[in-house]
């Protein structure tokens, strides 16, 4: 049994992420284990409140799993001081001044990426949780996937060598919404409503590259807008004005490059939605989401490059599976956990405002670079 009982609002849940991955799989799925475990043995139980704008949407979600609270009053919700955490999972454009709201009310702060449309907004946010003394943090997620715990694995184990360059591919094919339903909602591809998959990817890209090779030191992108006519949850068709396409390369300390490609235009021809190629002196991985191949140096083919004879080879089998060796639990799940021995025990907790501040920055260079057409540099914020 739990020991004690924290209060969580949690704003955005009607949306995709918001429900799925915070909701049922990490807080819903954290009371289901019997609440976070903190180091003195005890226990602590999540009691969510959610929050929205759509009472009806917000009941049957309640319904559906038994949660007593809901509400679209979040000044209420704030107001109570039972609930010591706000976790935020809106559409970018509104996290800001609700999270600022929760701040002024000395509500600890977690929230997905981007924290917001604009570096000076980040940084706006970072310094009033710093300023009012309350804990925060940003969703990682990508952090704890198994295929990338895997290559975190073997950049600790100096399997590379010296590492020299990494290959990045994400995304997949977006349905148009026409003939078939979108898998994203529709404001993903209006510009006015902070769409766009820079602003949605680079985040990520900044965190996974910063965290596992080396400090971003500049960015060049290239951006596009393929599919310009798309259709609502509605049926109506509109103009797409939102990249859904974005060719970054980043140059990392240590002289690495790192070329992603990111793009919800894109039919998919590899195991993963998301895969990093990894190449060092002494050996390259493949990791997606969950599988890592390697090749070490020893183990290296002779290919020959002849177009004149028919490939005999198959190339993916002369590579070798990074074995689990664990078990890997929800990256959600884990982060949150480690966000609330955060705040009550004052744990580690790496993934701050000011990090997600310098991924809505890398965001911001990128959009910048393609208008400019020229590779920048990243200055400390």
Known sequence: MSDRVLGVVMSGVTGRMG?????????????????????????????????????????????RHGVADYTTDLDAALADPANEIYFDAQVTQARVPATLKAIARGKHVYTEKPTAETVADAVRLAEAAREAGVKNGVVQ????????????????????GRILSVRGEFGYWVFEGDWQPAQ???????????????????????????????RVESVYAHVSTHITERWDESGKPYEATADDAAYGVFELEGG??????????????????????VDG??????????????QHRAGTPRPVWNPDLPVTES???QWQRVPDNTDFDNGFKIQ??????????????????????????IAELGLRSHAEGRRLQVESL
């Open 19 to 63: 429900y799925r991955q915070h909701l049922v799989r990490s807080v819903l799925a954290i009371n289901e284990q019997g609440g976070v475990a903190l180091s003195d043995g005890s226990r602590v139980r999540l009691r969510p409140v959610l929050v929205g704008r759509t009472l009806g949407k917000l009941a049957d979600i309640a319904a």
């Open 141 to 160: 997620d990508k952090l704890f996937l198994p295929g990338l715990l895997k290559l975190k694995r073997l950049v600790d184990g100096g399997f590379f």
């Open 184 to 214: 994203r909602p529709s404001w993903n591809y209006r510009a006015k409503d902070g769409g766009g998959i820079v602003l949605d990817m680079f985040p990520h890209w900044a965190y996974v590259l910063e965290n596992l090779f080396g």
């Open 256 to 277: 690495i490059v790192a070329q992603i490609n990111s793009s919800w235009a894109v039919r998919v021809n590899r195991d993963e939605l998301v895969e990093f190629q």
């Open 281 to 294: 002196t002494h050996g390259s991985a493949v990791a997606g989401l969950r599988e890592c191949r390697i």
């Open 315 to 317: 190339f993916r089998d």
């Open 336 to 361: 949150w956990e480690m966000f609330v021995r955060h705040v009550l025990e004052d744990a580690p907790f790496p993934y701050s405002f000011a990090s997600g501040a310098r991924g809505v920055r």
